[in-house]
């Protein structure tokens, strides 16, 4: 596949309805929900964003609205990204089928693990110190299973095994444009 003067190629992709930027958070989701409405009821849905990461939950919601439309209307939808997909930017990603995401030359993607940051204050009877414990290795334990739930809808259709994501998140992924494309996790670039 050509990188270079592919943009013909694809030209829905010239003007994306729904244009996302920055760290993705409630912001962020405002402005997604707000341009969701405010695009043409017919026809493929274009969706392009530009982000450095942020919340992963936001990022989860957005792909999910993307994946309810369409299921419930038959749809297209297509993903384009620009300059930087990291963190909740890849998450977001991953709510499109591999075949309908598309990078711009010079993009890269950064995948990598959710973090946790947190401290466990244990005071008290000790009978009542284990539930505490027991409480964060259920939040810790829940919050793998949804990671690897978003790493596996990230490498559906690609040739990335899940063991390869899972290899490579912990220490931060950056994925060129070019490589993405090779590996399968996006259709081409533009």
Request: proline fraction near 5%.
């Amino acid at each position: 596949m050509n990188s270079t003067g592919n943009a013909s190629n694809y030209p829905l992709l010239a003007s994306p309805h729904v244009q996302l930027y920055g760290t993705v958070d409630e912001a962020m989701y405002a402005s997604f929900k707000d341009q969701v409405a405010a695009a043409p009821p017919d026809g493929p849905l274009i969706f392009s964003i530009t982000t450095l990461g942020g919340d992963p939950e936001m990022a989860r919601a957005m792909g999910d609205t993307v994946r309810l439309l369409r299921e419930y209307t038959g749809r297209e939808t297509l993903f384009l990204g620009k300059v930087a997909v990291y963190s909740a930017g890849a998450t977001f990603m991953s709510a499109f089928p591999a075949d309908k995401r598309f990078l711009t030359r010079g993009t890269r993607l950064m995948i990598h693990e959710r973090l946790m940051n947190s401290t466990i204050q244990l005071s008290g009877p000790l009978n009542t110190l284990a539930p505490v414990l027991l409480a964060k290795l259920n939040e810790i334990e829940d919050s793998i299973r949804i990671q690897d739930e978003g790493f596996a809808a990230l490498v559906e259709g690609s040739q990335v095994t899940l063991e390869t994501l899972k290899a490579k998140a912990p220490s931060n992924w950056y994925i060129e444009a070019e490589e993405a494309r090779d590996l399968g996790l996006v259709l081409d670039l533009i």
